[in-house]
């Protein structure tokens, strides 16, 4: 679907992309990275919109420096930033962009029925998208993508702006875009936990060069860790505490997860087999606690970035990591 060889973006003060070369195959793709890792550079280059300065790129087998016009036609392309106009409605905007992209009248109408429809738009759609929230304006952003009826979509931070539940179905929306529909995703998004659950393949960019590009399932190999988290009660005011010490005194190591988003309240343990979750439960029961979660930890972003990027970067993408790194969950 995408191949990129040594592509390279400079601007005059910063590196976009430094010599990334990455192959991308059909189904739903993640490209996850800090903010200004060059995710978004990427897409623009791959759509014929911005030129690499060093490099060749192709999309569908077209080369993105001579093939751009093709290269839209067959590709839909959702921006991160909202672009939308306030005083038209969804139905009308995405009508438009329908009849854009070559569809005829009916054939863009009938079009932007089902796709709105599919993205979860219905009654409001004939309401002029000012008054739209960030979750409905991302619908509407997703269905202009999609109403040309590409073979590749392009979405730029799809999530942004949106709360857990609007981001759950978000992703959902994504899945069955590839599912439904047949259509691969190329999807960014600087958390790499979300695409985890969304994206058959991952690919990792940090500060313009290729980190990482592997399986999903490689990708978040279960790691032998519990962590857990429990409530406080009367009798224990701090429960991670009490549940800490009852575990020392059951002969398990516990480590307090410093570092990692939530610490303070998380405990991680290592797992030997199934009797460690019963230890946990039966300790818990015991302490008359009650059990938030307790799930076997899956690689994080972070750890990505620790084992395979100490060979030394500048500062500004040390912070943007950081950011990355903070976000996640
Ligand atoms: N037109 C431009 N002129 C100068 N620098 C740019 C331009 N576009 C992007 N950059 C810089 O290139 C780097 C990569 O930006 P890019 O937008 O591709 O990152 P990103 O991974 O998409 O992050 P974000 O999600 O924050 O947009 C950043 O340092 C950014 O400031």
Known sequence: MIAT???????????????????????????????GAGKSTLIKILLGLSPATEGRAEVLGLDVATKGAAIRERVGYMPEHDCLPPDVSATEF???????SGLPPTAARERTADTLRHVGLYEERYRPIGGYSTGMKQRVKLAQALVHDPQLVFLDEPTNGLDPVGRDE??????????????????????????E????????????KLLRSSSTRDFTQSTTT????????????????????????????????????????????????????????DTVADLGLGLVRMEQRRHHISEVFTTDTDTGTDTDTDEQRKEAVGHGS
């Open 5 to 35: 060889e040594s592509l390279s973006k400079r601007f005059p003060r910063v590196t976009a992309l430094d010599r990334l070369s990455v192959d991308v195959g059909p189904g739903v793709t993640g490209l996850v990275g800090a903010n």
């Open 94 to 100: 995405v009508v438009h962009m329908a009849r854009m």
């Open 170 to 195: 978000m992703l959902g929306l994504i899945r069955r875009i590839h599912t439904d529909f047949g259509i691969s995703v190329l999807v960014t998004s600087h958390l790499l936990g979300e695409l």
């Open 197 to 208: 659950r969304t994206c058959d393949h991952v690919v990792v960019v940090d500060g313009g």
């Open 226 to 281: 519990i962590a857990i988290e429990v409530t406080d009660s009367d009798e224990h005011p701090d429960g991670t505490q009490a549940m800490r010490e009852a575990l020392h005194a059951r002969g398990v190591t516990v480590d307090s997860g410093s570092g990692l988003p939530g610490a303070g309240h998380i405990l991680l343990l290592t797992a030997a087999g199934e009797d460690t979750y019963d230890l946990v439960r």
